[in-house]
C-alpha cells in the first residue's frame, strides 16, 4: 500500500427524500452537484428547473433559477460546475447555453451552445471546460452523414466553448450505434487538471494529462464479463425507423478525485438483478423541458450491487468499499463524498472519509 493508509467511510448526513414534505428537499430527478469552498453545497435538481443551495451542514439556503427561457431561468439543466473564482455555471442542453451566476444567484453572463451539443461539464483550473458530446460513431474506416469514423473522446473549450484540443480514443464494435453506447464514459478533473475517464460499459480507466497525453490505463479483476451481449440496431417501416439500443453489462457508475490526487470509481460487484430493474420514461419537448418518469419498485433502497474502487495516482488499486444503496453518481469536496440514488431513495448520502 507505500505511503496511503488504508480508507473507509463514514455516513454523516443525507440531503433529499423522496418522501420528504420539505418542498426545498423535495428533489426531481437530481442530476448533478457541485461544492464551493466554504463548503456551501450546490445541488442541481433538473426536474424542478432550480439548483438547491446547502449550507456547509446541509441546511437549505436559496434556490437558483426557476422554469423558463429568460435570462436565470433553466427548461432542461443538465450539469454545474464551480469556478476558482467561486462562480457557478449552469448548462441547459435545451436552451443550448450556459448562464453564469454568482454564488447568490445573480446571474453574470450568458455562453451561447450552438457549436456543440454538450450534455456534461467540468470546468479546468486553466479556465478550459472538459466535456465529452454525444457523437455517431462510425465504423474505422467509415463514415456517413452525421458519423464521424474516428471522434475523440474528449473535448477540452476555450471561453466561448471554442475547441482547443480533443483527445481519447474509442473501441470499434463494429457499428455506429453500438460504438455509440459502449464508448459512454463518466469523467473527473483533479486539482492539477489531469483529465479522469472510466468507461460505463468498458473495464478501462484512465488518466490524460492537461494536454491530452494518456498517462496511464487500469483494468481491474471483475466478478462478470465486460461484454456486449446484444449489438444495436434499426429497424426501417415505411417512413418510419426504430433505434434498438444495444446492451452491456454493466462495468462502472463514475469517477472522482480526492484532495490528494486519489481516484475513486463507482463500480458493480454484480450485475443488477430483475427485481431491481426500473425504467425511465421519458417525454418532452425542446425548448420546454422533459418530464421523467420512474417505473418498477422505487421502494427498494437497499443493494449490494455497487462498491467503491480506490486508486493511488499512478492508477494502482488501493482496495475496495462495499456500498448498501443505490448510486448513479460520484462527487467528492476536501474529506467528504457525496453519492447520489437519482431514482429510489431520491437523496445524495454524505460521507466522511477516514484515514485508518
Known sequence: MGWIPKLSIELVRTIGD?????????????????????????????????????GPEGRFIRSIGRK?????????????????EGRLHVLDGDQRRIQ?????????????????????MRLLHSGSLATWSY?????SGTGGPGENANPKLVKLLGP???????????????DATTNSVGNRWEFAIDGKDHVYLCFLFQNRIEKYSPEGQLLWRADRELNYPAKLIERGKQETTGTSTRYFYPKFNDVAKGIATDDIGRIWVVTYDRQIKKEEVVT???????????TRKVVGDTDLRTTDMFKLEVFRPDGVLLGEIPLTHFVDMIYIHKDHVFLLDRDRGVKFYEYKIIEK
Do not use: C, W
Open 18 to 54: 423522496v418522501d420528504t414534505d420539505d418542498e426545498n428537499m423535495a428533489f426531481n430527478s437530481p442530476l448533478d452537484m457541485a461544492v464551493d469552498d466554504p463548503g456551501s453545497i450546490y445541488i442541481l435538481d433538473s426536474g424542478n428547473q432550480r439548483i438547491q443551495v446547502f
Open 68 to 84: 423558463g427561457q429568460g435570462p436565470g431561468e433553466f427548461a432542461s439543466p443538465g450539469s454545474i460546475d464551480i469556478d476558482v
Open 100 to 120: 453564469v451566476f454568482t454564488p447568490r444567484g445573480e446571474i453574470l453572463k450568458t455562453i451561447p451552445a450552438t457549436r456543440l451539443t454538450i450534455h456534461r
Open 135 to 139: 457523437a455517431r460513431f462510425g465504423v
Open 160 to 174: 466561448d466553448l471554442e475547441v482547443r484540443l480533443e483527445f481519447g480514443e474509442p473501441l470499434d464494435f463494429g
Open 280 to 290: 425511465i420514461i421519458i417525454s418532452g419537448s425542446v425548448g420546454r423541458g422533459s
